[in-house]
């Protein structure tokens, strides 16, 4: 009992380190961002980018396309969890990406976009990414849904089943069910 305890703990750290680890560059830019007036400051930010890049373009729409085809495609629990690991490995190389870009952004932008805080990347990488994943999140737990609906239509089915074959005793539908799923354990 102690030894699981301690796994779950040490779970529960790593967990919050990997959380941490994806989350900490995105806080330091909205941080950076905000010691301004808010409203100036997406006001800048929007003014300072030259929309009609071609690689920007290119970026929306590909972020704009990833969300669509996750949306489109969510029954698809192999894509889901391609685009959720892929999302989630950008987000997490984030910083690196910011600084890979900062070094190179003369050979594909016509500005440097990428500072060393990766305001811009988090804006426009990580920001719709992290818009991505929350939704690939939120299609996985439809699915679980439904499936526990389903599992638990076939288990009423069964009982009645049961009860029908048994000549029907009194008492509820549910109570062979849940008899017989404690007899699995």
Known sequence: MAEDKHIMEQLAAAH???????????????????????????????????????WIVALLAAQAALWLSAVLLR???????????????????????????????RSFAGQPYFDGNGA????????????TLFTVLI????????????????QVLHSRRQQQAGGGGGGSAAAPAVAESKKGR
Do not use: C
Request: net charge negative; glycine share 8%; hydrophobic share 55%.
């Open 16 to 54: 919050e380190e990997v959380v941490q680890a994806l989350l900490g560059p995105i806080r330091e830019s909205w941080r950076e961002i905000m010691k301004d007036r808010p409203w100036e400051a997406v006001m800048a930010f929007v003014h300072a980018v030259d929309w009609k890049e071609p």
């Open 75 to 105: 029954r698809s629990t192999a894509y889901l969890s391609a685009v959720f690991v892929g999302g989630a490995a950008v987000v997490f190389f984030g910083e690196r990406l910011n600084a890979l870009g900062a070094a190179h952004w």
């Open 120 to 131: 811009f990347f988090a804006a426009l990488v990580a920001g719709p990414l992290v818009l």
């Open 139 to 154: 299609l996985y737990l439809l699915q679980v849904v439904g499936v526990m609906v389903e599992v638990k239509r076939h």
